[in-house]
């Protein structure tokens, strides 16, 4: 099964409509977890690899650039990825945290999170370079938060990990420009973190957009995820001139550079 067709479905809307509708959806497509892994080898990574490879024989210096640009964006993804794959994980398997009219989001949200890891570890084995083992994860960040005990506390850091990872995938796309498979796919996982952050959101009762008013109902130590969500000039255009500050900042998601989202994951491992 190819990857790329795999990630399609797995971000269809109906994962996300009325809880029959997801648990429907989730009995159609059980086998899906069990191949995730192996869907991520046949996506003709030979040959998309091998034109990476190309590149960097052909083009001296800026190859070498490129190649590097583009391996250590996928690391960067890779760690996000383990952060949140060990996070559901934990999540679904603690007893009693989930409420069961929750449980079928957070269940496809996680299948969603183990493909991106499959599909990480691959690309990276395929372009000759070892995939970064998984960091100890402290979901509490040193005391801060009590997650696996807490329900309110457990949607606030989804919100958040959702979140860092929309705006990191974003800051990484032209790190893995020099291969177009490579940026497609990771456009497409960009699109599924942004659905799970809408539907996180809108189950804390917040809107499925980032808001200036978000870091009044986050915990200060989340600050780093939304630190620039204020922005309102975009190339040269001040939004918030044209309409307002609230509407002008909301219309528009910033990056996460490579170090501010590494400065964020690095809150949750040991």
Excluded: C
Excluded at 133 to 153: C, E, I, L, M, V
Excluded at 198 to 206: D, G, I, K, L
Aim: aromatic fraction near 8%.
């Amino acid at each position: 099964m190819n990857i790329l067709k795999l990630l399609d479905k797995l971000s269809d809307d109906k994962f996300f409509t009325t809880e029959t509708s997801r648990l429907e959806t989730l009995t159609n497509i059980s086998s899906f977890g069990k191949k995730a892994a192996v869907a991520a080898i046949p996506l003709g990574l030979g040959t998309m690899m091998s034109t990476a490879k190309a590149e960097t024989t052909d083009k001296t210096v800026s190859g070498t650039y490129f190649k590097s640009a583009l391996t250590d964006a996928l690391q960067l993804a890779l760690v996000l990825e383990y952060l949140e794959d060990e996070y559901y994980t934990k999540g679904l398997t603690t007893a009693g945290l989930i409420p069961n009219s929750d449980k079928a989001v957070f269940m496809q949200i996680s299948k969603h999170e183990t493909a991106h890891v499959a599909f990480l570890k691959a690309t990276l084995t395929s372009l000759g370079v070892a995939p970064g083992a998984k960091p100890t994860f402290d979901f509490t960040a040193g005391g801060n938060f009590a997650p696996f005990s807490d329900y309110n506390q457990f949607l606030t850091l989804s919100q958040a990990f959702e979140d860092t990872g929309v705006r990191a995938y974003k800051g990484q796309a032209g790190n893995v420009m020099s291969n177009k498979a490579v940026l497609q796919a990771a456009l497409q996982i960009h699109s599924v973190e942004a659905r799970h952050a809408s539907q996180v959101r809108r189950m804390r009762a917040n809107k499925g957009w980032i808001e200036l008013a978000d870091g009044g109902n986050m915990p200060a130590a989340t600050n780093p995820v939304y630190n620039g969500e204020g922005n309102l000039n975009q190339a040269g255009f001040n939004t918030g001139n044209a309409f307002g500050a609230a509407a002008g900042s909301a219309a528009y998601d910033e990056i996460l550079t490579g170090s501010e989202a590494e400065t964020i994951a690095n809150l949750f491992i040991v």
